[in-house]
């Protein structure tokens, strides 16, 4: 999801991944969030959300603790990045 609206309609989801969190290099990325932006967009439903984009062990570190269910990662899996 990239928007609250976006949200709303996937709250009979599982769970949502929210993006982009961070800066990313994916040329389908938008403008980052933040952490503070995006945590306070998971708050509005009641499903696990994941932070994703520009995800890796460094960004990880800053999310803020219990605000997440995980963090998903694509290129932040690979050791060269």
Request: hydrophobic share 50%; glycine share 8%.
């Amino acid at each position: 999801a990239h928007t609250p609206a976006a949200m709303a309609r996937a709250a009979a989801a599982d769970a949502i991944v929210l993006s982009p969190v961070f800066a990313s290099r994916s040329p389908s990325a938008g403008a980052p969030l933040g952490d503070r932006r995006a945590r306070l967009w998971s708050r509005t439903v009641d499903v696990p959300v994941y932070a994703l984009g520009g995800s890796n062990a460094a960004t990880a570190r800053t999310l803020t603790r219990g605000a997440w269910a995980g963090v998903a990662a694509i290129e932040g899996l690979n050791q060269k990045s």
